[in-house]
């Protein structure tokens, strides 16, 4: 799977370029310029592009308070609890963390930087092999080895070299790049919440995808953007319409579900084929329709 941040918008975690922007707010009312229209163009006139570091640089005095102003961001405060936002994993972690508890899921790319999705799978009693650097890459077990792998594509929000800013996002590191070479190569795709817009490096990264053994399915919610529908050619994907993360999700996981029921008892009795399919009909909602479609049968 390839996930970007629709995954968390439920949850009230805020994309990475709104994190920029309201640390370049905070820094402009720091410096008594509370009522900007352009915050950004603000910013660039006066200290350049806009990047974590710097911006952590001006708004707090050693990197742990860095870490510690943007866990505000991820993890919530009594104003979030009061306001409903929790800021835990959504029906969409909680419905991918079942596919891999299953074994159909085992290797995750996202471009987000929160735990949501770590939280969800270790609530299915699994440790996912987290891959947020370089560094961590080298020192990690082979993928092949691992029953979940997930690869935090722009980092983690407890390290503060965490990548947003276009020219961060411009290039990955060579290792990092055979390393996608390889993923993108050996399994199929699932994309989702990613609107392929803003990581060029990423972009990068699947137009060297040459071959398509494995199926690739790119989720879409509203209207694709001009760089998706480039990459959706390239990759032969099959664009799938959503209502949303949560939603598309929750069905495949029950529907993965109730399959993994059919194959489980075999021969099956009629009365118990009856019960399972009411099961996979209920359960994903087919047609808009409850299981009472079997009530004549």
């Not at 306001?83 to 996202?110: C, D, F, W």
């Not at 999705?117 to 990690?140: C, H, Q, R, Y």
């Amino acid at each position: 799977m390839l996930l970007g941040s629709g995954i968390s918008r439920s949850a009230g975690i805020p994309t990475g370029w709104e994190v920029v922007l309201d640390l370049i707010k905070k820094v402009a009312q720091i410096e008594g310029e509370s009522s900007l229209t352009d915050p950004e163009k603000w910013y660039i006139e006066k200290y350049g592009e806009p990047d974590y570091a710097k911006l952590l640089d001006i708004l707090a005095n050693t990197p742990a308070e860095g870490a510690r102003l943007l866990r505000q961001y991820f993890e919530p405060d009594q104003h979030d609890l009061e306001e409903g936002l929790n800021k835990v994993p959504t029906q969409a972690h909680r419905s991918i963390a079942k596919l891999v508890k299953y074994g159909y899921v085992r290797m995750i790319l996202t471009t987000n930087f929160d735990r949501l999705l770590e939280k969800a799978i270790e609530g299915e009693g699994i440790t996912p092999v987290v891959i947020s650097t370089d560094d961590s890459m080298e020192g990690a077990m082979p993928y092949i080895h691992n029953q979940c792998t997930i690869v935090k594509l722009h980092g983690d929000y407890m390290d503060t070299r965490i990548k947003n800013t276009p020219e961060e996002l411009a290039n990955y590191s060579e290792a990092l790049n055979k390393y996608l070479d390889r993923i993108f190569d050996e399994f199929g795709l699932i994309i989702c919440g990613w609107s392929a817009e803003w990581d060029e490096a990423l972009r990068k990264a699947l137009y060297r995808r040459k071959n398509r053994r494995f199926s690739t399915y790119w989720t879409v919610r509203g209207k694709m953007g001009n760089e998706a529908t480039r990459l959706v050619t390239h990759l032969k994907a099959e664009k799938m319409s959503i209502i949303g993360a949560d939603e598309f999700f929750s069905t495949l996981s029950n529907n993965v579900e109730a399959l993994t029921d059919f194959g489980a008892s075999h021969p099956l009795s009629t009365d118990l084929a009856v019960a399972k399919v009411k099961k996979y009909v209920s359960s994903s909602n087919c047609m808009g329709k409850s299981s009472n479609v079997f009530s004549t049968t």
